[in-house]
């Protein structure tokens, strides 16, 4: 059996196919009800937005260590190859709960014109493909080691991406039942402007295949290492580094995304949009109080431990 050893925040899997694990923990966990506002509002206090409270960067610093140690303790042990490509930096694998995103179009005219309705790909580190069981049993005791290092904190990492889970899950729910009716005000202004679409499927469904656009492309194209494990059996492979890729839309697209833009800040539909949202995101860690209560003191700690140790 081949051991994938994905360089992101996620955990060693057994896979026959390359991919990017990121944490999705499954399963429901009861949300904790608000003990009052008064309490709410000091976990809050200086968010920019209520979903501000959760961690997402503090939780992939975490990961991060936990993997920069494991491969430094497999590499000490023969196996070298490991920190070949490995994540420089910690990402927030809970980025899109930070994301100044809404479900209306780009957010800015700069950003329509200059990558459409897409964004950058970020460079993705390495992945080892593991076909050696002495590799296997190393990696495995190396991975407890780092994670009693850390004072265990893979429990709580897991906890807390599950929170994030309920936290977005929730707040899709709620938010998409807002979006219909904002899309077809948008929809109303880009027909006025003589754009040709299926109006349903725009506005039901956030299809923008309905506009009938010819696609953008990203630099290097879809597959730029082209790189495939060979998996014979007593070696252990590292992938290339997946590159940075710029996204080019099509000048059709970067028209359109302008258009929507404007149609969006013509329409006033944002800002009773943006006051809805803030409401929703507040009822909505006002559910989950107690489980951020909770566990944010658990992440801050276990942060402050992971950077120690990255340090030295």
Do not use: H
Not at 19 to 46: K, Y
Not at 140 to 145: G, I, S
Not at 258 to 281: H, L, N, P, Y
């Amino acid at each position: 059996m081949t051991l994938v050893k994905w360089r992101g925040v996620g955990r060693w899997l057994t896979s026959g196919a390359l991919g990017l694990a990121v944490i999705a923990v499954t399963g429901a966990c009861g949300g904790g009800g608000s003990e009052s506002e008064a309490d709410q509002s000091s976990m809050l206090a200086g968010a920019k937005r209520p979903f501000d409270l959760f961690l997402g960067e503090e939780l992939g610093l975490i990961d991060w260590a936990r993997i920069k140690l494991t491969d430094k303790c497999v590499a000490s042990r023969g196996y070298p190859q490991v920190l070949q490509g490995a994540l420089e930096k910690p990402y927030n694998p809970f980025y899109y709960l930070a994301a100044d995103y809404d479900g209306l179009g780009p957010m800015t005219e700069e950003q329509a014109r200059r990558s459409g309705f897409r964004e950058d790909r970020p460079p993705t580190p390495t992945s080892v493909v593991s076909s050696d069981k002495n590799f296997d049993a190393v990696n495995e005791r190396c991975l407890k080691e780092a994670s009693k290092a850390l004072g265990g904190a893979q429990e709580t990492v897991n906890s807390y991406a599950m929170l994030g889970n309920d936290v977005y899950e929730a707040y899709r729910a709620e938010i998409n039942e807002l979006l219909e009716p904002q899309r077809a005000k948008i929809a109303d202004c880009l027909e006025d402007k003589k754009f040709k679409f299926d109006r349903q499927g725009y506005v039901k469904e956030d299809d923008l295949t309905s506009f009938g656009l010819p696609p953008g492309r990203y630099e290097g194209g879809d597959n730029p290492l082209n790189w495939k494990p060979k998996r014979v059996p007593g070696t252990v492979e590292v992938s290339p580094p997946w590159p940075a890729q710029r996204y080019i839309p099509s000048q059709q697209e970067s028209d359109l995304a302008v258009a929507m833009f404007r149609c969006s800040q013509e329409v006033g539909v944002r800002q009773a949009f943006d006051e809805k949202s803030t409401e929703i995101q507040r009822a909505i860690v006002g559910r989950y109080e107690a489980r951020f209560a909770e566990m944010n003191p658990k992440i801050e700690q276990a942060a402050r431990r992971a950077t120690e140790l990255v340090n030295q």
